[in-house]
């Protein structure tokens, strides 16, 4: 199991931008570049759903909701990966959880998740 920080979230009006944060502390860089990583969302009540992934050459994928307004980015160096957040909406507003999954082995790990809030 790998360990994930991320940060970043906070109280934002609609229409603001956030940009999150999740580093691997703990893992050397040969095992980091092995990794796909992803950015996840999970509301109150509501089904945990994937946002954004992006693989360790820099290959991005978005869900349909968030494409056009959100950007995945990593840096291998410093092992971290970056959800930019633009145009956000009250209907962003959710705990979002890092993630990542071991290409070699399938392994998956999460983040603690960091709150996000989007409101006047």
């Known amino acids: 199991q790998v360990q994930l920080v991320d940060s970043g979230g906070g109280l934002v009006p609609p229409g603001g931008s956030l940009r999150l944060s999740c580093v691997a502390p703990?893992?050397?860089?040969?095992?980091?570049?092995?990794?796909?990583m992803g950015w996840y969302r999970q509301a109150p009540g509501k089904q945990r759903e994937l946002v954004a992934t992006?693989?360790?050459?820099?290959?991005?994928n978005y869900a349909d909701f968030v494409t056009g307004r959100f950007t995945i980015s990593r840096n291998n160096s410093r092992k971290t990966v970056y959800l930019h957040m633009n145009s956000l909406k009250p209907e962003d507003t959710s705990i979002y959880y890092c993630?990542?999954?071991?290409?070699?082995?399938?392994?998956?790990?999460w983040g603690q998740g960091t709150q996000v809030t989007v409101s006047s």
């Open positions: 993630h990542s999954r071991n290409t070699l082995n399938g392994e998956s790990s």
């Open positions: 703990r893992l050397i860089f040969s095992t980091y570049t092995m990794l796909e």
């Open positions: 992006i693989t360790s050459s820099g290959s991005a």
